[in-house]
C-alpha cells in the first residue's frame, strides 16, 4: 500500500504564495506519475497539474503560468509552488499517485484564499 501526506496548506492573501508537498511511501519501486487535483465547494475535482519522472509537467489553463509542479524522486516527493494566488484558488488540494492496481491520495488540505 501506498501512504500521501501532505503538508503545506493555510489561509493566504490574494496575491501572495504558497507551497504544497506530498510525500509517498511504501512498497513501491516507482512513480511514473505524481498530480495535483482540487476541488472547490460545489465543484467537481479537477486536475490542477502533473507531472512525470522524468520531470514533464502539465498545468490547468486556469493556472499556468502561476503554479509550478516539481518532484523530488530521491525523497518521494512532489511540490506544488502556487503563486499569485486569487480568491478562484480556494479549495481542497489533493496530491494523486495513479498506480495499476489503485489510484492513491492524499488526505486534502485546505488553501483558503482571502481578497
Known amino acids: 500500500q501506498v501512504q500521501l501526506v501532505e503538508s503545506g496548506g493555510g489561509l493566504v492573501q490574494a496575491g501572495g504564495s504558497l507551497r504544497l508537498s506530498c510525500a509517498a511511501s511504501?512498497?513501491?519501486?516507482?512513480?511514473?506519475?505524481m498530480g495535483w487535483y482540487r476541488q472547490a465547494p460545489g465543484k467537481q475535482r479537477e486536475l490542477v497539474a502533473s507531472?512525470?519522472?522524468?520531470?514533464?509537467?502539465v498545468y490547468a489553463d486556469s493556472v499556468k503560468g502561476r503554479f509550478t509542479i516539481s518532484r523530488d524522486n530521491a525523497k518521494n516527493t512532489v511540490y506544488l509552488r502556487m503563486n499569485s494566488l486569487k480568491p478562484e484558488d480556494t479549495a481542497v488540494y489533493y496530491c494523486?499517485?495513479?498506480?495499476?492496481?489503485?489510484?492513491?491520495w492524499g488526505q486534502g488540505t485546505q488553501v483558503p484564499v482571502s481578497s
Open positions: 494523486n499517485v495513479p498506480l495499476p492496481w489503485a489510484n492513491y
Open positions: 511504501g512498497s513501491i519501486f516507482s512513480i511514473e506519475v
Open positions: 507531472i512525470t519522472s522524468s520531470s514533464n509537467a
